[in-house]
């Protein structure tokens, strides 16, 4: 590839989250909502999803969620896959505890670890049903001990306004009762603002279009903090020629099938395995429905590829570049350690090919909901972390304070704070 070429498969999907058309359409929404609360709400739901719904009907009733039923094998599958991101979570808690040390003689410092006062969880549901979606976002956060939380969900396409009886479910197992249908930018500008139905929180999360991301970022304008950034998705599989091609097709086509503007790519050091997977590729995609098969052709075509590379060491390196949110590692035993340790940016990485993107999305319990395009360079996945805060705490005894007080009255004085400095000076007797 050419440095254009380079370039333009790493930029994904940045151009169309911040185009500027939506991004003047989504601030006008948020400054409806701002102005007029619920019936914005309303409105919304009405102009874009095409759901009635009157400001009483935007939460979700208790009869809603004595009735939502799914079958048994879901049933079992929900709680198989609660189960795990329980333990993933309750583990890394354990070792977010409080700490503190004695850095000099009398001089105590830590950090007191505690949860965030709110959040608001954001569960897609425009291309399809995302119960697995509100299960990555709540179990952290219950985990996490976030004691208000409010759940936000579009309704049903094509319904009369009710919710993915899967998503009900989710939320009666974790016992969260604050869920609204919503249109999703406005539910995101409801949630940064507070309605009289919808709760202000102080952190949103999920995935969702450009213009769900988009009502994120603008309402950080607005003081609500939010992740960046969870939108279409992507994956990356780096493949020797020890890969199973017909495995290797099936997992590239995990993630290919959610939309047309998702992101799949294949870096091979083998121009030979990269012609068997695209055989196979051909046969798989003829077995899939047309509209998962339209978006697979399009993850795959233009918005990705495959990357041949000379070696493993450049495979890593243009990995790293790319960032990906979903990444795959399919090696010889000898050179997996090698490749693990070079991988610095990805979202989650999945080892071997018993360990499909599908069971991480659906099971395993590690995060799901992962930074995209490319943001895996600075930012994690929705784990408890996400949930928590850091307070740092210090106690100085006289010993310590008279220690450090000629550092601080002189950084004091180059600084210009005359104030600073007499406040140490007259500990010192």
């Not at 998962?292 to 060491?313: E, F, H, I, M, Y």
């Not at 005359?418 to 007259?426: I, Q, T, W």
Request: with cysteine; glycine share 8%; hydrophobic share 45%.
């Amino acid at each position: 590839m050419d440095l254009d070429a380079r370039a333009a498969l790493m930029q994904r999907g940045l151009d169309d989250i911040f185009e500027p058309t939506l991004r003047a359409s989504i601030g006008e929404l948020i400054d409806d909502v701002a102005a007029r609360g619920d019936d914005a709400v309303c409105d919304a739901l009405g102009k874009f999803d095409g759901i009635d719904v009157t400001p009483a009907g935007l939460r979700i009733s208790d009869d809603e969620f004595e009735h939502a039923a799914v079958s048994d094998a879901v049933d079992r599958s929900i709680d198989d896959a609660i189960t795990h991101l329980r333990a993933f979570n309750e583990a890394q808690l354990e070792r977010s505890a409080d700490w503190s040390i004695e850095s000099e003689p009398g001089l105590t410092v830590g950090e007191k670890i505690t949860p965030i006062s709110s959040a608001g969880l954001f569960t897609p549901s425009g291309k399809a049903s995302y119960p697995s979606v509100a299960y990555q976002l709540a179990v952290p956060a219950v985990v996490a001990g976030v004691p208000e939380l409010a759940l936000v969900v579009p309704p049903v396409p094509g319904g009369t306004g009710e919710v993915d009886a899967a998503v009900l479910v989710v939320c009666r197992k974790l016992g969260l009762r604050n869920v609204f249908r919503v249109n999703g930018p406005a539910g995101i500008a409801a949630l940064g603002f507070g309605t009289a139905s919808i709760p202000k929180v102080r952190k949103v999360v999920g995935p969702g279009s450009p213009a769900v991301t988009i009502a994120q970022v603008e309402m950080q304008r607005h003081g609500m903090s939010t992740m960046m950034l969870l939108g279409p998705t992507e994956s990356l599989v780096i493949a020797d020629d020890s890969a199973d091609p017909e495995l290797l097709a099936a997992d590239l086509l995990i993630e290919a099938e959610h939309g047309t503007d998702s992101s799949v790519v294949l870096l091979s050091t083998s121009a030979d395995l990269a012609d068997r997977v695209d055989r196979e590729l051909e046969g798989q995609l003829a077995a899939l429905p047309e509209i998962r098969a339209t978006a697979a052709r399009s993850s795959l075509g233009p918005n990705g590829g495959c990357v041949l590379v000379d070696d493993l060491p450049m495979a890593v390196e243009v990995a790293n570049e790319f960032a990906a949110e979903h990444l795959q590692v399919v090696v010889r035993d000898d050179a997996l350690d090698d490749v693990l340790d070079g991988i610095v940016n990805a979202g989650e990485i999945l080892i071997g090919q018993h360990t499909p993107f599908s069971a991480g999305n659906f099971v395993i319990g590690c995060p799901a909901s992962l930074p995209t395009s490319g943001f895996a360079h600075v930012s994690s996945g929705i784990t408890a972390d996400t949930f928590l805060k850091r307070t740092a705490v210090a106690r100085a005894d006289a010993r310590a304070a008279a220690r450090m007080a000629p550092s601080v009255i002189a950084l004091a004085e180059h600084e210009g704070f005359p104030a600073h400095a007499a406040a140490l000076r007259m500990r010192q007797g």
